[in-house]
């Protein structure tokens, strides 16, 4: 009798909270979280990650067991590993699983782009209102361990200098070190030790560059590192890459300029140039690492491809209206849910 009065698995939300998100908000905020879902009627079952892409297995789980309901409670590395999943999973396509995100990470650039609240009874009310969205995935292949290996990308991925921050970031934090501008300090901490890189760059098939290259950013989305816009005009759903590719560049260059890196005008730096496309290939001497999703993965040479309007997102009603005045849409926002 008890499982006849439970609702269809379908209806309720599969929860993913990673516990260490945040430097353990995970933990700490979740019955707050908890609370505030049940309080808007979202009837829910949570589950806590206990090691690296465990999220990626309760995902495949969770999609096995019958729910097209997740909802991430961590950062952009927990949402990294759950898009992951529903890539592995062969149930449904990935496009038939809603996904929303209750940002608790350090740098949460994801739900920035969608303009998700940082609060968290707003941001759980944008999820009780269910407007979604289907974005594209990239889908990243690099060498490691002498094989070729893909992970799928959600929002920016990144190499050369990059990919160092980020190796830097991720030590820092494994330290206990926290706040919003440990990822500035990690890249002024690398920038003056790290040399630029021999770089090809491939853009559907032409040749776009060919010289050192200090870092290249690569995104479905605009943000990474705590707010960072490297990639500004990059929209979600136009089925194409938007690429920054920096050249060397002298820090008294940036010093009075490091405002726009925030505010969107990062093409107002010369050495910084701008291109477009949906097939990428990358090759350096030396190798150099990628991270992808602010995750560190393996090495050059990298090849990229985008899977148009590939996954259902829960995003505000703000975004939804600026998409609407900007009339830019290539994939049409789906119903409520």
Not at 53 to 79: C, K, P, S
Request: with cysteine; hydrophobic share 40%; aromatic share 10%.
């Amino acid at each position: 009798m008890g499982d006849a009065m439970l609702p269809a698995v379908d209806t309720r939300w599969f929860v993913i909270v990673n516990p260490v998100a945040g430097k353990g908000r995970g933990l700490d905020d979740f019955p707050q979280i908890s609370k505030l879902l049940r309080d808007e009627g979202i009837l829910s079952e949570p589950v806590f990650t206990e090691h690296k892409f465990h999220a990626t297995e309760l995902t495949v789980m969770a999609v096995r067991q019958g729910f097209r309901h997740i909802i991430v409670v961590g950062g952009d590395g927990t949402l990294h590993e759950v898009v992951n999943g529903l890539f592995i999973q062969q149930v449904v396509r990935p496009d038939q699983v809603l996904l929303a995100v209750i940002g608790v990470g350090t740098g949460n650039d994801w739900v920035r782009m969608f303009g998700m609240p940082s609060r968290y009874r707003e941001a759980i009310a944008a999820i009780r209102e269910g407007r979604s969205f289907l974005q594209d995935v990239g889908v990243v292949t690099y060498e490691e361990a002498h094989f070729r290996q893909s992970r799928y990308m959600a929002n920016v991925a990144g190499t050369g200098f990059d990919a160092v921050v980020v190796r830097r970031f991720g030590h820092m934090k494994k330290k206990g070190r926290r706040g919003k501008w440990l990822y500035t300090l990690s890249l002024i901490n690398k920038f003056f030790r790290y040399k630029s890189t021999g770089m090809k760059v491939w853009i559907d098939g032409r040749l776009v560059y060919n010289n050192l290259l200090l870092s290249i950013a690569i995104g479905i989305c605009k943000y990474n590192g705590g707010g960072i816009q490297q990639l500004p005009q990059a929209v979600a759903d136009d089925g194409l890459f938007d690429v920054s590719l920096i050249r060397p560049i002298h820090f008294w260059h940036v010093l009075f300029r490091f405002h726009y890196l925030f505010n969107g005008g990062i093409y107002r730096i010369r050495h910084i140039l701008q291109e477009r496309g949906s097939r990428i290939r990358i090759e350096s001497s030396p190798e150099t690492s990628v991270e992808i999703d602010g995750e560190l993965y393996g090495e050059t040479p990298l090849e990229f491809s985008v899977l148009p309007c590939a996954i259902r997102v829960v995003v505000s009603r703000e975004f939804l209206e600026r998409r609407a005045d900007g009339k830019t849409e290539s994939c049409m926002p789906q119903p409520e849910a």
